[in-house]
């Protein structure tokens, strides 16, 4: 049984996760993860039919820093705000260091002039891993169920 | 509904900006462009191997299903029952043996012949349809059919001039062969919907000028640079344009010249994981990057070892839907899948090399829309008047190609057009 303690920890984790995010700390963001981390972002409708093409992959902590680097130094994209709403939090399973949890999420998103709207919903697949007495993720895939997405895609979900 | 067009060059230098937010404009491209003399994109064979294997997709603004019947025959009919107009097929890909619509009922066959009227004799001998009510004359509205290496194309025009080989020409015809020169496996889909008119989208995949300067990526970590050697080849219409480059053809102190210092930033900057980039020669020629656009509703891309097919669905004056089809080879090794999958980072809604695109023709289209009916998009480089292929990559001639094989199909050319 998974102590209420690390239950709290294992939400912290959720709550910084998108914390970082919407602030655009996303070198804080990224230390939410091991090493050999797996990120992803999925259509629901390719992981229905058995399909492995995602939005974004990144296979291990050095592809999702350059993916941040590349956002921060070489891409352009529209000039937005994210919030991420992220609820239901739910520890599936538990073995020794390693759970298996889920949690739902939305993000609006704003532009420059002040008007929003929901850009994405879904759900996180995620293992969290407890490293030197902290929670962090070995594997994130935010399962996209708007899948066709609107505008375009840079911030990770 | 006739559209009169004050065209300031007759080389399709001068784009007027109304012409991308004008609603006779847009209805009389569905009339004559996507059901007119042209071939679209439907789907890859891959995606339906099976008898009764369906798929629903658009060409432009109508809803199409594509399906295999049971003598293994693709066909493609409109979505739209002949009885009241509703989809008969609701699901984006399945099987089946008919197609039955779910308000009342009405049944077709694979072919897309009516097949089946529930009560079409009344109950008890009462009520039902007239003895003279022809099932033959009520079938689905049918499109004619062309495959060329596994790709599945579609025109609604039966008696259309061109086979599907004519219509493509030999430049476009051998750069779909080369990618699907041998069976392929789809492994999977992106889709995104961009708020601009769809001819921006045309325009941008024919744009080799923007690529390296708007897709910064490509410079910074040196995928893809202007110096490298390639170029741009038409079909002798200039519907079709391919854009391509050989791998490592450039040197770094090349392109530091010639990019005079805007955004190169490969001496600082590399990639923690350089998979990302890696390019494993599979055809027999060194290139690598080849992006091909067939008018008026696709795109066929090799970048490096992504390969993919995209296909632009109109939605309205003001959206359209990019739909991405990813495949690799039946044969491929699990390394190869792999490395594929990672390369789809550069591509999609949030491809490395391709987001900005979406952003690029969304600020055209709303800073265009209020533009008076003088104001013109300018397009001169690469030169003006001839629209011909070129040796290199920094020209928007292909551009003005796509205006001109639009303007004569919309019967908008003016007088000496260059064609
Ligand atoms: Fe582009």
Known sequence: ?157 | MSINVDWERKDYSRIPYWLYHDKDVYENEQKHIFYGSTWSYLCLEAEIPNPGDYKTTWVGDTPVIVNRDSEYNIRAMVNRCAHRGAAVCREARGNTKVHTCIYHRWSYNLSGELVGIPFQRGINGKGGMDKDFDKTKHGLKKLRVGCVNGVVFGTFRQNIDETIEDYLGPMMSAHIKRLMYKPISVLGYQRQRIYGNWKFYLENLRDTYHASLLHEFLVTFGLDRATQKGGVEMDKRHRHNLTYAHAESDKDSDAKEAYGGVGLKSDTLTLSDPRLLEFKREYSDDRNLAISTMFPNASFQQLNNSLATRQIQTKGIDAFDLVWTYFGYEDDSDEMTNHRLRQLNLFGPGGLVSMEDAEAIEIAHRSSKGADTKSTAVLEVGGKGEISDRSYRVNDVAVRGFWSYYSELMGLEPEGAVR
């Open chain 1, 1 to 157: 049984m998974i102590s209420i303690q690390d239950r709290l920890a294992i939400n912290d984790l959720f709550n910084d996760y998108g914390f970082f995010l919407d602030e655009e700390r996303l070198e804080d963001w990224l230390e939410l993860f091991i090493p050999e981390c797996n990120y992803s972002i999925m259509p629901r409708e390719n992981l229905e039919l058995g399909l492995r093409v995602t939005l974004m992959l990144c296979e291990n902590k050095d592809m999702l820093k350059d993916r941040i680097v590349s956002l921060q130094e070489a891409n352009e994209f529209n000039i937005h705000r994210d919030k991420h709403l992220i609820s239901n939090v739910k520890i599936q399973s538990s073995d020794n260091d390693k759970s298996f949890v889920t949690a739902n999420y939305a993000i609006y998103q704003s532009d420059f002039e002040g008007n929003g709207s929901l850009f994405s919903f879904g759900h996180y697949d995620t293992q969290v891993t407890m490293v030197n007495g902290q929670f962090k993720f070995s594997k994130v895939m935010a399962v996209v169920d708007n899948w066709s997405i609107p505008h375009m895609l840079s911030t990770p979900i």
